[in-house]
């Protein structure tokens, strides 16, 4: 099945964290051992590189706007992505492979499980004021609109809502809708804008400790389910597809 997500933006990708709480960072012989099990799986999966802070990065080499996968170890995170995903399926496939294998190679430790992340990124590409556009398609019929719409207002130079609920009441489950502008002060100074895209992020967040312990693999398969059902009847109707709209209309 294509991935549907993908139609309604320039670019949709998926990031996923696990965090840990307290730093481990194994030895080198270990780290390669996890990454060729991960390239074998993936074998595209060849560019590996260490960060200036010490994160060990493993990625595709393709070029933008392709499907592209990469993951990233860091002392107390494990982070992993795909972007211009072909089918929902493929990230499910990406994840268990990896969280399958991260707690034998790597030393992992459930006592050191704080939270997993999922987040669905959606791109919408425009050239002009993301924050006036955000805020004249979001707020215009909002109390805020007072402030940012205002005969005193000659620009809009942040508008970027991020907003969190909780999906039970231990609130251990939680989710968050953030929408993310680019334009920096200097481009609305001068009139001239870059071509840049306008980020909606739904993050999808699972913390261990409140019941019975699942495997990351488990948890990850369940945040992806639930980012499934928020996205599809909440925040692309809700967010993307409004300002998708917006963006249509100044082009």
């Known amino acids: 099945m294509n991935n549907h997500l993908g139609a309604v933006c320039d670019e949709f990708y998926v990031n996923s964290r696990l965090h840990l709480k307290i730093e ?41 706007r392709s499907p592209r996968r990469w993951l990233r170890l860091d002392p107390t ?43 669905y990124g959606f791109d919408l ?21 007072g402030l940012l719409l205002g005969e005193e207002a000659a620009h809009v130079i942040e508008s970027q809502p991020y907003l969190g609920i909780a999906l039970t009441q231990e609130c251990d489950l939680q989710a968050y ?4 502008s680019r334009s920096s002060t200097y481009e609305v100074r001068a009139g001239d804008f870059d071509s840049g ?20 693999v488990d948890t990850h398969r369940r945040l992806v389910e ?5 996205a599809g009847g909440r925040v692309v109707p809700i967010l993307v597809n409004p300002l998708a709209q917006a963006i249509a209309g100044r082009r």
């Open 177 to 180: 809708a953030e929408i993310r």
């Open 125 to 145: 590409d425009f050239r002009g004021n993301h924050d006036q556009l955000l805020a004249e398609t979001f707020w215009s019929d909002h109390p805020f609109a």
């Open 24 to 64: 481990v960072m194994p030895e080198p012989e270990p780290v390669l051992r996890f990454l060729e099990r991960i390239s074998k799986s993936f074998p595209t999966m060849r560019k590996l590189r260490q960060r200036e802070d010490g994160g060990v990065v493993l990625e595709e080499s393709v070029h933008a």
């Open 226 to 230: 639930i980012a499934d059902e928020l």
């Open 77 to 119: 995170s494990l982070r992993f992505g795909y972007y211009a995903i072909p089918a929902m399926a493929d990230i499910r496939a990406m994840a268990d492979v990896i969280l399958e294998h991260a707690p034998y190679y790597l030393n992992f430790s459930e006592l050191n499980y704080d939270h997993l992340d999922v987040t």
């Open 197 to 216: 895209p306008i980020s909606i992020y739904l993050t999808v967040r699972q913390y261990w400790g409140f019941e019975q312990p699942t495997s990351p």
